[in-house]
């Protein structure tokens, strides 16, 4: 009895093993369906697709914040031009340094400007770092932008360097669209290699503006290279010209560029609060009528800035 017993117990147990090791494939194989085949991180072809997915992904943003300045711009209302008369402006704003950028943006605003140069800008960089109205937090600024929207301007920046995180370089902006658009590095540079400049065309009533905006180098031999390649450049433009910049130089700008009228602002740019020497410039083509022209220097731009801001207005014929 007690041997039949133990059989009829033995083969419970069999079968109570197989049952459990039934269960546990069932529960293996349902494990692998739900997370398909587990492959290494780093096996080649599943990275080539990780990557894919990844590079997809960064274009599609690039994509969208594109469309969403081609939108911004096509929503900016074009200001009249009244009797072509246009009010020009060249303003090194030492990176809106010290956020003073809101200030640069308030002399621009007084005076009523249709095209901007500006030498000296930064794209989110730190040390231009500036307040968020919306989060009351210091936060990095992309200059360009923020002038952008503020003034209603199209603008276009051109890179020197990267600088502090981010960019920095020079910009023009006009209440006009910017058309043909280009930059450049001089090929004579100092060291650090950031002297730059950028050139593009506004319509007005038919009639095409070359605009050009540079920055040249404080070493005075590099400095007189580079205002020899841009005559150069300039030399073989069939368009009405107006030339921009700080020129680190107050000796031979008008001799470099004599084929040009000078703004003719009485005074001197730099430094702004006590001018001893005018390194900034507005030119202009002899077919160019000028109907004024000013140094900024109120206390306002002494304030916004290391250099005084130049004013010109020019009618065009």
């Given at each position: 009895?007690?041997?039949?017993?133990?059989?009829?117990?033995s083969?419970?147990?069999?079968?109570?093993?197989?049952?459990?090791?039934?269960?546990?494939?069932?529960?293996?194989?349902?494990?692998?369906?739900?997370?398909?085949?587990?492959?290494?991180n780093?096996?080649?072809?599943?990275?080539?697709?990780?990557?894919?997915?990844?590079?997809?992904?960064?274009?599609?943003?690039?994509?969208?914040?594109?469309?969403?300045?081609?939108?911004?711009?096509?929503?900016?209302?074009?200001?009249?031009?009244?009797?072509?008369?246009?009010?020009?402006?060249?303003?090194?704003?030492?990176?809106?340094?010290?956020?003073?950028?809101?200030?640069?943006?308030?002399?621009?605003?007084?005076?009523?400007v249709?095209?901007?140069?500006?030498?000296?800008?930064?794209?989110?960089?730190?040390?231009?770092?500036?307040?968020?109205?919306?989060?009351?937090?210091?936060?990095?600024?992309?200059?360009?932008?923020?002038?952008?929207?503020?003034?209603?301007?199209y603008?276009?920046?051109?890179?020197?360097?990267?600088?502090?995180?981010?960019?920095?370089?020079?910009?023009?902006?006009?209440?006009?669209?910017?058309v043909?658009r280009?930059?450049?590095?001089?090929?004579?540079?100092?060291?650090d290699?950031?002297?730059?400049?950028?050139?593009?065309?506004?319509?007005?009533?038919g009639?095409?503006?070359?605009?050009?905006?540079?920055?040249?180098?404080?070493?005075?031999s590099?400095?007189?290279?580079?205002?020899?390649?841009?005559?150069?450049?300039?030399?073989?433009?069939?368009?009405?010209?107006?030339?921009?910049?700080?020129?680190?130089?107050?000796?031979?700008?008008?001799?470099?560029?004599?084929s040009?009228?000078?703004?003719?602002?009485?005074?001197?740019t730099?430094?702004?609060?006590?001018?001893?020497?005018?390194?900034?410039?507005?030119?202009?083509?002899?077919?160019?009528?000028?109907?004024?022209?000013?140094?900024?220097?109120?206390?306002?731009?002494?304030?916004?800035?290391?250099?005084?801001?130049?004013?010109?207005?020019?009618?065009?014929?």
């Amino acid at each position: 009895m007690k041997i039949k017993g133990l059989k009829t117990f033995s083969k419970f147990l069999l079968f109570t093993c197989l049952f459990v090791i039934l269960i546990c494939f069932f529960l293996f194989m349902f494990a692998l369906d739900s997370n398909d085949v587990k492959t290494d991180n780093n096996d080649p072809i599943i990275n080539i697709f990780e990557e894919k997915e990844s590079f997809d992904l960064g274009r599609e943003v690039k994509e969208i914040e594109k469309t969403k300045k081609e939108e911004k711009d096509e929503e900016k209302i074009i200001r009249p031009i009244l009797n072509g008369n246009i009010r020009f402006m060249s303003y090194n704003i030492k990176a809106g340094w010290g956020l003073k950028l809101n200030e640069v943006i308030e002399v621009v605003k007084m005076n009523n400007v249709d095209v901007l140069a500006v030498q000296e800008i930064d794209v989110n960089t730190d040390r231009s770092a500036d307040i968020n109205v919306d989060t009351g937090r210091v936060e990095r600024t992309n200059q360009v932008e923020k002038i952008e929207d503020e003034l209603g301007m199209y603008g276009y920046f051109f890179k020197a360097i990267e600088y502090d995180g981010g960019d920095y370089g020079i910009a023009l902006f006009s209440v006009l669209p910017l058309v043909a658009r280009s930059g450049s590095f001089y090929l004579n540079q100092p060291e650090d290699g950031e002297n730059v400049y950028q050139t593009a065309e506004i319509n007005l009533d038919g009639i095409s503006l070359f605009l050009c905006n540079t920055h040249l180098s404080t070493d005075q031999s590099v400095c007189l290279k580079q205002m020899d390649e841009l005559s150069e450049m300039l030399e073989k433009k069939q368009n009405d010209i107006i030339v921009f910049g700080d020129f680190n130089n107050s000796k031979n700008v008008l001799e470099v560029f004599d084929s040009f009228h000078s703004d003719g602002a009485l005074g001197n740019t730099y430094p702004a609060d006590f001018p001893k020497a005018k390194i900034d410039y507005i030119l202009y083509s002899p077919s160019l009528e000028k109907l004024h022209s000013e140094i900024i220097s109120n206390e306002e731009a002494k304030f916004a800035s290391d250099h005084l801001p130049i004013l010109v207005d020019l009618k065009i014929k």
